[in-house]
């Protein structure tokens, strides 16, 4: 197997964010469009990157004018570096706030865990078989 470097991971990503894996909360306030490929994307790609590379997830609050405008996931590895690879998505000026570690549920996700498997997937077609994901190994 060949290593794999961060930009390998995420352009793996960047390659396989489509309309069809972007959260539904984010598409009722902004469509997807590949102009802004990570648009809706940050939580299951923390959870591929959480796969890949361990460590925490994170989570905080964005905010557009003042107003909560939803969530924000991304990693923190165990070395204490935190990777935001969607953090490009935001292009109006919206802040992220409120940051705390979320502890990643066992097992399926509760929501988006179809558009999970084909984030996953398609990474994996890019990148190769990738680790099982963090808690089934």
């Not at 939803?70 to 706030?97: C, K, M, P």
């Amino acid at each position: 197997m060949i290593p794999w470097t961060l930009k390998d991971i995420d352009e793996a990503l960047h390659a396989s964010w489509a309309a069809d894996t972007c959260s539904p909360d984010d598409v009722s306030r902004v469509p997807w469009h590949p102009g802004n490929p990570a648009w809706g994307h940050c939580d299951i790609t923390a959870l591929v990157v959480n796969d890949i590379l361990g460590g925490d997830l994170m989570v905080g609050e964005v905010y557009l004018d003042d107003e909560q405008a939803g969530y924000h996931w991304w990693n923190r590895l165990a070395s204490g570096i935190e990777i935001d690879l969607t953090r490009e998505q935001f292009r109006l000026g919206q802040v992220v706030t409120a940051a705390r570690l979320v502890e990643r549920p066992p097992g399926p996700l509760p929501r988006r865990w179809a558009e999970y498997e084909l984030l996953r997937d398609r990474v994996a077609a890019r990148l190769g078989s990738l680790p099982a994901p963090a808690g089934t190994r």
